[in-house]
């Protein structure tokens, strides 16, 4: 869909959240909005498997990100224009807030 808005979501375990957004996302409308990318805490947990299921793009939040570096660069990646946190039980950095404020 052109000019939609695009939404990252970042999770952190079985992505029942995440299915409700994909439930009403994307399905046939005029929403404008769509599910760009999931990024997970860690391998394995089910929002990264149900995203897979929609061709949803998806990404794992490595270990090491304590400034959280890797995520901001993910998350510009992607285009988004919206981060949602749906479940998600990482720290996020301070220059990761600035960077997607508002």
Same mark, same amino acid.
């Given at each position: 869909?052109? $000019?939609? +808005?695009?939404?990252? *979501?970042?999770?952190?375990?079985? $992505?029942?959240? +995440?299915?409700?957004?994909?439930?009403?996302?994307?399905?046939?409308?005029?929403? $404008?909005?769509? *599910?760009?990318?999931?990024?997970?805490?860690?391998?394995?947990?089910?929002?990264?498997? &149900?995203?897979? &299921?929609? @061709?949803? !793009?998806?990404? *794992?939040?490595? !270990? @090491? @990100?304590?400034?959280?570096?890797?995520? &901001?660069?993910?998350?510009?990646?992607?285009?988004?224009?919206?981060?949602? +946190?749906?479940?998600?039980?990482?720290?996020?950095?301070? @220059? *990761?807030?600035?960077?997607?404020?508002?």
């Amino acid at each position: 869909m052109s $000019g939609s +808005l695009g939404i990252s *979501v970042l999770a952190s375990g079985s $992505g029942t959240n +995440l299915q409700a957004m994909i439930d009403q996302l994307h399905l046939p409308s005029e929403v $404008g909005v769509r *599910v760009a990318t999931v990024i997970g805490s860690r391998p394995g947990i089910g929002a990264l498997e &149900r995203a897979s &299921r929609y @061709d949803i !793009p998806t990404h *794992v939040h490595p !270990p @090491d @990100d304590d400034g959280g570096q890797w995520l &901001r660069q993910t998350l510009e990646a992607s285009g988004a224009g919206l981060v949602v +946190l749906a479940g998600w039980l990482k720290l996020i950095s301070a @220059d *990761v807030v600035r960077a997607f404020r508002g």
